[in-house]
């Protein structure tokens, strides 16, 4: 019987899935396998014939479950990644079973809905304009993508150019002004959009990546004819943010779409001990910012923020015959973002912030942040380590063998990250910060709570002592 069948699959999906979570406590913190094994177990021909469900599926989970990295078990200090939420797993779960395609709203009324609410929800969450549109794309690389398209569209729009209908060519230029530590995604917006990643106006920054006010206002007195700004909150590495106040009003000045990349940074402004850090990031035209980093939606989640919701618009119209109209007052998914068919990810959205709410996303946000001081506090203590940035947020910056020369301290600190990964009580990575090897930690992930602070503070203290030991 179908009916049968069908709930025989997803139940033993759900068991596959709730065992894989539940070993995630016992389980390393790292893939138990690389990629050339991992391949080797997807490997084979293409099958002629098909094979049963229950197989196929139980074949994909044995198959995957080595090489898979445990980003969502609590001490993962990787990247900057979100821990996928069991709410918002569940609630995407739903998404695929029910396989609706969130195009437009007469087709699927359902999920353009929760995508409305939801996009709301964020506004207030984030205390962004509230006229402001968003549109629900992959992550905060499109988002990018979306909101400088916005920003190319407007700036040229004022000078008479209809960049939408006409393209770039006979275009005045644009000057686009950037931080030197702008996060790599927003270069690729940059060039996806004709705006070139190197034709750019490069402000320099301070020791935390934050612009410099004096060059920025230097750099913007010089600029002629249409111009985006591109500010961040939350450095990649640091956790820094631009300053706001001092930048947004000489970038008005000057007529300049301002556009902030808050992958994570963003959330600061939901968590009132952290506000601070944001402060003034309202009065921008739009914002970047991801589901499935400080949310904790399952992949893929991002939202484009964008003030005036007619660019928005413009920028992303798709238009046929068969598409039917949207009337005044309404909203269609697909009118702000690239894609026309699309994963409903409006649901995993509105679940998760229904589940934690204002007070339990803020409550997570406070606890990863003093989770990284903690960490930092922690390893401070020992003087031949280093911590390298200002912790102002969910970012540390790590360096092993203070008062070694810098190649040394460089090869301690390599040897340091390779020795906590094999370890496996954490996950973190390696990064360059300013030319030198740092370990790179960051608190982001659903579990993450001091217990697992402390963990990770003594398996890296016990890394760190046991690359010291063989190599004195
Ligand atoms: C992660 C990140 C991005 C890219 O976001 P994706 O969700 O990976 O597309 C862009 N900017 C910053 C600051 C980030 O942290």
């Given at each position: 019987m179908e009916g049968d069948w069908t709930a025989r699959l997803l139940?033993?999906?759900?068991?596959?899935?709730?065992?894989?979570r539940s070993e995630l406590p016992s389980r390393p913190q790292r893939p138990l396998q690389g990629y050339a094994e991992a391949l080797a177990a997807f490997d084979g021909p293409l099958p002629e014939d098909g094979e049963p469900g229950e197989f196929v599926i139980d074949e994909l989970a044995t198959r995957a479950e080595p090489g898979l990295n445990a980003t969502t078990g609590s001490r993962f200090f990787g990247w900057v990644i979100g821990g996928s939420h069991q709410v918002g797993v569940a609630a995407d779960w739903l998404t695929s079973a029910w396989g609706q395609n969130s195009g437009n709203h007469h087709a699927m009324p359902s999920a353009a809905?929760?995508?409305?609410?939801?996009?709301?929800?964020?506004?207030?969450l984030l205390d962004l304009p509230r006229e402001s549109s968003v549109g629900f794309v992959t992550g905060a690389t499109v988002a990018n993508f979306v909101c400088l398209a916005a920003a190319r569209g407007e700036v040229?729009?004022?000078?008479?150019?209809?960049?939408?209908?006409?393209?770039?060519?006979?275009?005045?230029?644009?000057?686009?002004?950037?931080?030197?530590?702008?996060?790599t995604t927003v270069f690729s917006a940059l060039q996806f959009l004709g705006l070139g990643h190197d034709r750019l106006v490069r402000i320099?920054?301070?020791?935390?990546?934050?612009?410099?006010?004096?060059?920025?206002?230097?750099?913007?007195?010089?600029?002629?004819g249409p111009a985006i700004v591109i500010l961040q909150a939350g450095q990649i590495n640091t956790g820094g943010f631009d300053r706001f106040a001092d930048i947004v009003p000489v970038?008005?000045?000057?007529?300049?779409?301002?556009?902030?990349?808050?992958?994570?940074?963003?959330?600061?402004?939901?968590?009132?001990?952290?506000?601070?850090?944001?402060?003034?990031?309202?009065?921008?035209?739009?914002?970047?910012?991801?589901?499935?980093k400080w949310l904790q939606t399952p992949y893929d989640c991002g939202y484009a923020i964008v003030r005036n919701s007619d660019a928005h618009r413009r920028a992303m119209t798709i238009a046929a015959s068969y598409l039917p109209p949207t009337m005044e007052g309404e909203r269609d998914p697909?009118?702000?973002?690239?894609?026309?068919?699309?994963?409903?990810?409006?649901?995993a959205t509105w679940a998760i912030i229904r589940h934690l709410g204002r007070a339990g996303i803020a409550a997570m946000v406070d606890r990863h942040c003093r989770v990284a001081r903690l960490i930092a506090d922690r390893l401070r203590n020992d003087n031949t380590i280093s911590v390298l940035n200002e912790v102002v947020l969910n970012q540390v910056l790590v360096r092993f063998g203070a008062g070694e020369d810098d190649e040394r301290?460089?090869?301690?600190?390599?040897?340091?990250?390779?020795?906590?990964q094999r370890d496996g009580t954490v996950f973190a990575g390696g990064a360059k910060w300013r030319g030198r090897d740092v370990l790179r930690i960051s608190a982001i992930s659903w579990l993450t709570d001091e217990v697992a602070g402390e963990a990770a503070a003594e398996a890296i203290l016990a890394a760190w002592r046991s690359v010291g030991e063989t190599t004195r």
């Open positions: 139940r033993q999906a759900a068991e596959l899935a709730i065992r894989y809905a929760a995508e409305t609410v939801a996009a709301r929800w964020l506004l207030e040229l729009r004022r000078v008479g150019w209809d960049v939408e209908a006409n393209g770039l060519f006979g275009a005045r230029p644009i000057s686009v002004l950037i931080g030197d530590d702008a996060h320099a920054t301070d020791g935390q990546g934050q612009m410099l006010v004096e060059d920025f206002k230097r750099r913007a007195e010089a600029v002629i970038a008005r000045r000057i007529g300049a779409w301002i556009h902030v990349d808050g992958a994570f940074g963003c959330w600061a402004r939901a968590c009132p001990p952290y506000r601070h850090l944001a402060e003034g990031l309202d009065a921008c035209d739009s914002w970047a910012t991801d589901g499935h697909s009118h702000f973002v690239p894609e026309l068919s699309r994963r409903a990810r409006g649901f301290g460089d090869e301690l600190t390599r040897a340091t990250v390779a020795r906590i």
